[in-house]
């Protein structure tokens, strides 16, 4: 595979983020927007968009009250089928970080869908990997979120659960 190309999302990038969202994560399960204060990362290989990844910084995260703030939260993170497995996710939410670092956050957050029955939580090794650690299960993550099904458990709502992942600094 070619170089991954980190690049901030521009306007003209959200028909091809909104299909790879989809197609990655189902219909109405995300949202962005360029002009956000999100950070919004995209991974480019050979001129076509393989990922792409969204985090912000929030003066505290409900899931973990507990955890010092600012939090950055590392929200989304979707790689094509075909780049997977090749460091690609990894590259985002290690940018997205720092990016989260870099504005004042003191901590990091992120939720790991755990897609359906599988047990499946891809971004599970990236996140430990990268140095966040497990905090806890949380049932029924999506549910509420959007009308069409699910493409892991085939329900909408979505009763997926999220594993939610934490990095603290000190």
């Not at 991974?43 to 507990?66: C, I, K, N, Q, S």
């Not at 990894?90 to 956050?105: I, K, W």
């Not at 650690?133 to 659960?161: K, V």
Request: hydrophobic letters at 45%.
């Amino acid at each position: 595979m070619s170089p991954v190309i980190l690049r901030p999302l521009e306007s003209s990038d959200l028909p091809a983020v909104a299909k790879l969202f989809d197609a990655t994560l189902g219909s109405g399960f995300w949202s962005l927007d360029a002009g956000s204060h999100e950070y919004c990362q995209l991974a480019v290989v050979d001129g076509v968009l393989t990922g792409a990844g969204a985090a912000a910084v929030f003066g505290r995260l409900d899931e973990a009250p507990d955890l010092r703030g600012p939090v950055g939260l590392v929200r989304l993170v979707a790689v094509h089928e075909r780049a997977r497995r090749k460091g690609v996710a990894t590259r985002l939410v290690e940018s997205l970080s720092q990016l989260c670092l870099n504005a004042g956050a003191s901590s990091l957050a992120s939720f790991a869908w755990v897609r359906g029955d599988s047990g499946i939580c891809a971004l599970a090794g990236v996140l430990t990997s990268l140095g966040f650690q497990r905090l806890r299960r949380l049932d029924s993550f999506y549910a509420g979120e959007g009308d069409t099904p699910c493409p892991a458990c085939q329900r909408a709502p979505c009763e997926c659960p999220a594993d939610l992942y934490i990095r603290e600094y000190f």
